[in-house]
């Protein structure tokens, strides 16, 4: 029922009780002068009037409370509709944090999950890798001790594929974390390690912004003895700006196609992360190659470098009858576009 009705109401239950009243009285015994009777009645009927009106002004007072209640609570549905229907802020972790707001186990994996997907821009050195590196270190050094041993056990889970345990490897690098580091540096200088364990670590050590890795890298890059784990370690040190780190990437490189390693191939993709350092390098090999996609490989290399002292190797190569057709055609195309960059 609306509180505006509620005068109405008030109104018809006034008159019946008054009605009821006048009956009552016209049928009781008249015992009294016809005066005082009157007199009686009608002071009997004022005094009721007056606590009919009475109370007809309390329950006006109270349907108006009532009324300003509704009011209040009407405003308050609203609110909360309007609450319920906005979207729920996202969250970085959608599981309760562990005692004392350290992330739990489950949310350490779904950050380096999450840091996986960046790995390619990590190893470019983007901005979105930078901030892919950030992010899961924050989790990590969040994490403390117990977060970074639990990581390391995942690293150094055997039954996980090689491709789950470099990501591992990568964010246990990028922590930062003094003991994340020393796990990757033993399995580096442990010669009883496992291959696999040694390549990982290498790898990740060389995008390693961390320092005192410098020592440890080039043990590596000079003694190791499988040349991808050379490769890795030598790579890191170039990155990191020690004399000599192109030498030891480009001796571990020649190596591996001495040996017909298949892997030659990947190591002569990384010459594009190295920058114009390693121009010369590649210059002279490619006068010393024979392997068919080493070499168009080597020759794009100087071609996106805008190499134009590669001039002289790539015309050897463009119009040599010996070479194999691709080889000619990926020299002669490189040499159009150098000419074209040479000043006039």
């Not at 006006?60 to 906005?86: I, P, Y």
């Not at 470098?305 to 691709?326: F, G, H, T, W």
């Amino acid at each position: 029922m609306k509180i505006h009705g509620l005068s109405v109401v008030l109104g018809c239950v006034l008159g019946a009780v008054v009605s009821g009243f006048v009956v009552r009285q016209a049928t009781k015994p008249d015992t009294t002068p016809r005066q005082e009777r009157a007199t009686d009645a009608d002071r009997g009927l004022a005094q009721q009037l007056a606590d009919l009106k009475s109370a007809n002004r309390a329950l006006h007072e109270r349907a108006a409370t009532q009324a300003q209640r509704q009011e209040q609570l009407e405003k308050e549905l609203k609110r909360w509709r309007n609450k319920t229907l906005e979207p729920a802020p996202k969250k970085e972790h959608d599981e309760p944090t562990a005692s004392g707001g350290k992330p739990t186990n489950k949310q350490v994996e779904s950050a380096i999950e999450k840091f996986g997907g960046n790995l390619q821009h990590i190893i470019r050195g983007t901005e979105r890798g930078k901030k892919a590196a950030a992010e899961v270190r924050a989790v990590l050094l969040a994490g403390g001790e117990e977060a970074i041993r639990h990581v390391i056990g995942k690293f150094e889970d055997t039954t996980r594929d090689p491709g789950t345990r470099l990501v591992i490897a990568h964010a246990l690098a990028q922590s930062g974390d003094p003991i994340a580091l020393e796990s990757l540096k033993a399995h580096l200088r442990d010669p009883d390690s496992g291959l696999v364990l040694k390549r990982l670590s290498g790898h990740a050590l060389a995008f390693s912004d961390a320092e005192g890795l410098n020592p440890v890298l080039e043990q590596a890059a000079r003694t190791a003895t499988d040349t991808g784990v050379r490769a890795n370690a030598a790579f890191g040190l170039q990155r990191r700006g020690v004399e000599g780190g192109v030498d030891l990437y480009m001796q571990a490189t020649d190596d591996a196609f001495a040996k017909g390693d298949p892997a030659a191939l990947q190591y002569l993709g990384g010459l594009g992360l190295m920058g114009k350092k390693v121009l010369p390098a590649v210059r002279k090999r490619l006068g010393t190659y024979k392997e068919e996609q080493a070499l168009v490989v080597l020759i794009m290399t100087v071609q996106n470098a805008n190499d134009v002292e590669a001039i002289p190797a790539l015309e050897k190569l463009a119009y040599d009858a010996a070479r194999p057709k691709s080889v000619q055609n990926a020299a002669q195309g490189a040499l159009q576009k150098l000419r074209e960059a040479v000043p006039k």
